[in-house]
């Protein structure tokens, strides 16, 4: 493998206070991290303060500015400071979520096959499946979506755990808004070549609720992915016919 700080691990947070030190303190135990950035994305507890605890660089958004944002802060804080540090060559970007807790220590798969040279991206696929209370129309959407604009399906489209190099991240700015910014990162790579492979993991988020709040997530959710899809299988469309 290359150097021992060829990663930095970007953690999206919001209100994550319960669980944010253990996510932190499991990604900063895997190989090759050499930056841990937390970026609290407008929370209302004391996340940012119990990741800077953890040992983390955080950044703060004042207002909730959604899950997309919160990369791009993310990415632009890592090329920041390996430019502080004198790097000749950027970090590759592990994107983990703030409320996997300690199982963020076994993200390792994920990063090897960029690390190794032989990914642009990786996406994960928990082997650890936690029973949630949606009906999984968000899933079927996104990975219909995929499919249709590229010809593959992920099996869990919508899972942010991910590796990129610096130069794949860089190849789908702009990412598509909120939570559709797998999805269209997913297309837009595969659509330019890039090498996207899946990795078994065994990481766990918390379960998600049956209550109306968790059904108006997964309602802002669906929105945020067909807005994703929405010109991007035009455009399929458009080249199709071109062709």
């Known amino acids: 493998m290359p150097g021992s700080d060829d990663l930095a691990v970007i953690i999206p947070a919001r209100d994550e206070a319960d669980r944010i030190r253990a996510t932190v303190a499991g990604a900063a135990s895997l190989p090759g991290v050499g930056l841990v950035i937390v970026v609290d994305d407008g929370s209302r507890d004391g996340t940012a303060a119990a990741a800077r605890s953890a040992g983390a660089s955080v950044v703060r958004h004042s207002r909730s500015r959604g899950k997309a944002a919160a990369m791009e802060t993310g990415a632009e ?137 968790a059904q108006l997530h997964r309602a802002r959710q669906f929105a945020d992915v067909a807005r994703a899809l929405a010109p991007r299988l035009v455009l399929g469309t458009r080249r199709q016919r071109a062709g």
């Open 77 to 213: 804080t890592a090329a920041l400071l390996d430019a502080r540090d004198g790097r000749g060559q950027p970090r590759h970007l592990l994107f983990l979520d703030g409320d996997l807790g300690g199982t963020a220590g076994d993200a390792a798969p994920l990063a090897e096959p960029v690390r190794a040279g032989e990914a642009d991206m990786t996406i994960a696929v928990f082997t650890d499946r936690v029973r949630r209370g949606g009906h999984g129309f968000v899933v079927a959407l996104s990975g219909a979506g995929i499919e249709r604009a590229t010809g593959w399906r992920p099996a869990q489209p919508l899972n942010g755990q991910r590796c990129l190099t610096r130069a794949a991240f860089e190849a789908g700015r702009p990412l598509a808004a909120g939570f559709g910014v797998e999805t269209g990162l997913t297309i837009d790579l595969l659509r330019q070549g890039l090498r996207v492979k899946e990795v078994q993991v065994p990481l766990a988020h918390r379960a998600t609720g049956t209550d109306w709040r």
